[in-house]
């Protein structure tokens, strides 16, 4: 994200950018970073667990292999259209998957998020983040797969300070897909609103999803969950 870049060094220093003129003309830009790490525990066993990313004990990891392209919106002059793609490999791709896209949609034993683009049991490309912005002064749409904006810690590693993350990121959402509006009233206060098709789901097989199972209330496996993050 943008904030991410602002609060590393790449935001005041050097532009590690790729500089193509035939897309940088056009405000689009392509970067990446790789990030690599080992953790350890002393209970003897190789996975580090409960926690998520760099689960791995006394085993160094290629944690994420990350790749961006990226147009960024300024709605200051009126509209403007932007988007991105983010593509992931890595120990990390396992827990970025949403069902339907990089990860199976519910087997018949109802187990979850079994990734499907994985090489190994370690190792596997994700993709994370794919969408269009539509900005207008201080009014932003965004339409497809993206992060989660809740809590202060993030999947890319160039927006954390640590290596490791807290116990608690595993119990917050990682990705949604749907559409995200946001309005900047001043500099201090962003309200967002949306609707999505829940946690880390694309499309899980389900006549409707999330939110929009309200389209089809009879459907007998359906649950609706409403919720107001503040």
């Known amino acids: 994200t943008r904030e991410a870049w602002e609060r590393t060094d790449y935001g005041s220093g050097p532009d590690r950018r790729l500089d193509l003129p035939n897309l940088t003309e056009k405000d689009i830009y392509l970067y990446g970073w790789i990030e690599y790490g080992i953790g350890a525990n002393n209970w003897g066993t190789p996975f580090n667990g409960p926690v998520t990313l760099g689960d791995r004990s006394w085993q160094?990891?290629?944690?994420?292999?990350?790749?961006v392209g990226e147009r960024e919106t300024d709605g200051s002059l009126g509209w403007d259209l932007g988007g991105r793609v983010d593509i992931l490999f890595g120990t990390d791709f396992f827990y970025t998957t949403a069902l339907g896209l990089d990860a199976y949609p519910l087997q018949p034993l109802g187990i979850e998020n079994i990734?499907?683009?994985?090489?190994?049991?370690?190792y596997g490309f994700a993709l994370p983040q794919f969408y269009a912005d539509?900005?207008?002064?201080?009014?932003?749409l965004r339409f497809g797969h993206f992060y989660s904006i809740l809590g202060f810690e993030e999947v890319p590693a160039i927006g954390n300070f640590f290596y490791s993350h807290?116990?608690?990121?595993?119990f917050s959402p990682f990705t949604f897909t749907g559409f995200l509006g946001s309005w900047q009233p001043n500099e201090q206060t962003t309200i967002f609103g949306g609707i999505t098709t829940g946690w880390n789901n694309f499309f899980d097989?389900?006549?409707?999803?999330?939110?929009?199972?309200?389209?089809?209330?009879?459907?007998?496996?359906?649950?609706?969950?409403?919720?107001?993050?503040?």
């Open 60 to 67: 160094g990891q290629l944690n994420q292999l990350y790749f």
């Open 115 to 122: 990734a499907s683009w994985g090489i190994s049991k370690d």
């Open 134 to 140: 539509i900005a207008y002064h201080d009014i932003s």
């Open 166 to 170: 807290s116990f608690s990121m595993q």
């Open 205 to 230: 097989g389900q006549p409707t999803t999330g939110a929009f199972r309200i389209l089809n209330p009879d459907y007998p496996g359906a649950s609706d969950t409403s919720s107001f993050l503040g």
